[in-house]
């Protein structure tokens, strides 16, 4: 099973057996989510614009304050969770191809921090570098 796949799985099935009490989800970037259920809501979407993609945010630092989540105030909490070589094989080249779940590859060339990355090759370019 591919690790996106059981980790979704796994908080799914966790928030579930909570019941309201407590919720785990895997979100991303809206550009960079493959799963639409794992699209960012608006305290999400804000915490990964504002925080995680600003230039002095320490790459592995966590956010977290009290905010609202479906209507109750609760104990808000995001990590980021970086590419890695294994996750290219859904998320690397040839974009448009399939992969190995019948999915189409989604090459992104991600921008974070004032710098470039390209997920097809892991490299790491300096904002305005044409390598």
């Given at each position: ?56 945010w320490?790459?592995?630092k ?28 859904c ?34 370019k ?6």
């Amino acid at each position: 099973m591919l690790p996106a796949i059981f980790a979704r799985q796994v908080a799914e099935s966790f928030s579930q057996k909570m019941k309201g009490k407590m919720f785990i989800k895997l979100t991303a970037p809206k550009n960079y989510v493959r799963n639409r259920s794992n699209r960012p809501d608006s305290w999400e979407h804000k915490a990964i614009e504002s925080k995680f993609k600003s230039s002095g945010w320490e790459k592995g630092k966590t956010f977290s304050e009290v905010a609202n989540h479906k209507g109750r105030k609760g104990f808000r909490f995001i990590l980021l969770e970086y590419y890695g070589q294994s996750c290219l094989a859904c998320h690397g080249e040839p974009k448009g191809t399939r992969d190995i779940i019948g999915g189409k590859k989604r090459r992104r060339e991600i921008r974070w921090a004032g710098r470039r990355y390209q997920s097809g090759n892991l490299q790491m370019k300096k904002k305005g570098s044409r390598r």
